[in-house]
């Protein structure tokens, strides 16, 4: 069974910043897809960030040069590290990971609030 757990959101100043963690059970963050995607009130869920399987990494244009995500295999722990963050960034965060054995997993997600 997999579980993907995130923490670490919060209420934040415009320009602030905020590290996201998922920390995962029953599926390997090292070697299948895992990521992060959000959702804001009255819109379509969106990627934000992932690493494919292969190893590299994906963003979304509107946090390019801002987040940067990252992961410690020894932890089994996703990270989505939000720098100089915009009111627009408010949204709910959801770590995803795929795996051909599991399919598609979702968190529970994290809300994450920019506002002054």
């Known amino acids: 069974q997999v579980q993907l757990v995130e923490s670490g959101g919060g209420l934040v100043q415009p320009g602030g910043s905020l590290r996201l963690s998922c920390a995962a059970s029953?599926?390997?963050?090292?070697?299948?897809?895992v990521g992060w995607y959000r959702q804001a009130p009255g819109k379509q869920r969106e990627l934000v960030a992932t690493?494919?399987?292969?190893?590299?990494?994906n963003y979304a244009g509107s946090v390019k040069g801002r987040f940067t995500i990252s992961r410690d295999n020894a932890k089994n722990t996703v990270y989505l590290q939000m720098n100089s963050l915009k009111p627009e960034d408010t949204a709910v965060y959801y770590c995803?990971?795929?795996?051909?054995?599991?399919?598609?997993?979702w968190g529970q997600g994290t809300q994450v609030t920019v506002s002054s």
């Open positions: 690493f494919t399987r292969s190893g590299s990494t």
């Open positions: 995803n990971a795929y795996s051909t054995s599991y399919g598609e997993n």
């Open positions: 029953g599926i390997s963050v090292s070697i299948n897809a």
